[in-house]
């Protein structure tokens, strides 16, 4: 027995040893905020230093985890507590974009200096747009000449792209709104922007990401009128942001115009009741009766079901607009309307294959209820017309213009006579 090996006692249960990479690393923006500080005190007031410094740093400092503490160095010198104000209890830098002069070509440097960041290290997108987003919340806790500067830096990054225009949903915060921190701070930022770039460049950016037609936020409620919008930013000198402003107003008019008109031509409302709502519309938003009768135009084709078949086509065609004729005729009151809506004919025609063949009989239709006139026919026909099927329809004119041309010569002759 004694010779048997005795048994170890057993400690019941398990335990598990904690590898050192699974310890979760205490966020602490102390040592990234000193290292950051000391290199900017160390560049001084040379933004190509600065890039450099921010380009080597990015090897041995952790950008990704203290992204923030990273941009609120270069933007106020230090940590930002919550509502703008520096924290006390870190180092700081007078080394950064709030202590710059307040210029553009200055700013224009900055924004180099941002970008070049940017694109060395991809991964830091993303915070920026953050970033910008939680500053913008932040301007009522920042100078005017801060906010002037960040306004332009702002402007002249969404100029070359980055970050996204979505950012600017924080101008619609309702406290910068209510004391008119917004439109101050979009005054500048639109001006660096358009000066940067262009208008065109504002509207394809606001439209990409839905805030072409949310720009009136900008305003409280009793002043979120076209009118007010209009005076604030002309008298500003952005006469450019004011006509997109009228136009995206007018788009919306006109969209909502085309909505109701079928709906009413569905119900069977008379031509005379949808004629005077129309013209208040119009008065109303400033449509031209241009616009108006490409819009009733697409409205009278719109609210039917057409024949697949080419031969019944135009005949379905022929009825249906001489039904809606008076409609069309109520708003063709101009050389310019009559020659906006033969335009819209033949693209009509062109893009919708079936109607290939009836464009002269239309035309011939409208002629003869005196929708168009002869001049606009055969204005149209010299030199109005449209690239679209051009050979085509040219040809299925040249006897009709050829007729007009001659009874105008008749007509001419037979004056003289007399």
């Not at 010779?3 to 699974?22: H, V, W």
């Not at 460049?201 to 949310?214: E, H, I, P, T």
């Amino acid at each position: 027995m004694s010779n048997q090996k005795q048994q170890k006692p057993t400690l019941t249960g398990q335990r598990f040893k904690t590898r050192k990479r699974d310890e979760k690393e205490r966020f602490d923006p102390t040592q990234f905020q000193e290292s950051i500080v000391q290199g900017l005190n160390q560049t001084g007031a040379d933004l190509e230093a600065v890039a450099k410094f921010l380009d080597s740093s990015g090897a041995k400092l952790d950008y990704r985890r203290y992204a923030e503490t990273l941009f609120d160095i270069l933007v106020a010198g230090g940590m930002l507590a919550p509502g703008g104000a520096l924290s006390d209890d870190m180092t700081r830098t007078n080394f950064c974009l709030f202590t710059a002069p307040e210029d553009v070509k200055t700013m224009k440097a900055y924004a180099q200096v941002f970008n070049k960041l940017i694109r060395r290290y991809k991964y830091l997108e993303k915070g920026f747009e953050e970033e910008i987003k939680k500053l913008l919340l932040f301007l009522k806790g920042f100078s005017e000449s801060e906010r002037n500067k960040l306004a332009m830096l702002t402007g002249i990054l969404l100029a070359n792209g980055s970050p996204s225009a979505s950012i600017l949903g924080s101008l619609f915060n309702d406290n910068l709104v209510k004391e008119g921190v917004s439109p101050a701070f979009a005054v500048k930022l639109f001006k660096a922007w358009i000066n940067e770039k262009d208008i065109n460049s504002v509207a394809a950016s606001l439209r990409k990401v839905g805030m072409d037609n949310r720009l009136m936020e900008l305003f409280p409620v009793n002043k979120r009128s076209y009118d007010h919008f209009s005076k604030y930013f002309t008298d500003a000198g952005l006469k450019e942001l004011s006509d997109f402003a009228r136009n995206q107003r007018s788009l919306g008019a006109r969209k909502e115009l085309q909505k109701e008109l079928q709906e009413q031509m569905s119900q069977g409302v008379s031509f005379k009741e949808i004629i005077v709502y129309v013209k208040e519309e119009m008065k109303k938003s400033g449509i031209s009766e241009q616009m108006v009768i490409g819009i009733m135009w697409t409205s009278v084709m719109s609210s039917v079901e057409w024949n697949k078949k080419e031969e019944l086509v135009t005949e379905q065609a022929i009825k249906h607009l001489k039904q809606y004729s008076p409609l069309l005729k109520a708003f063709a009151t101009q050389g310019q309307s009559e020659l906006t809506l033969l335009l819209r004919v033949q693209e009509y025609c062109y893009d919708n294959i079936h109607f290939m063949k009836a464009f002269q009989k239309i035309v011939l239709l409208l002629y003869k209820v005196d929708v168009l006139s002869e001049e606009a026919v055969l204005k149209w026909y010299s030199e109005a017309h449209l690239a679209k099927g051009k050979s085509v329809f040219l040809e299925q004119m040249k006897k009709f213009v050829e007729w007009l041309k001659n009874a105008e010569e008749e007509s001419e002759s037979e004056e003289e006579t007399d």
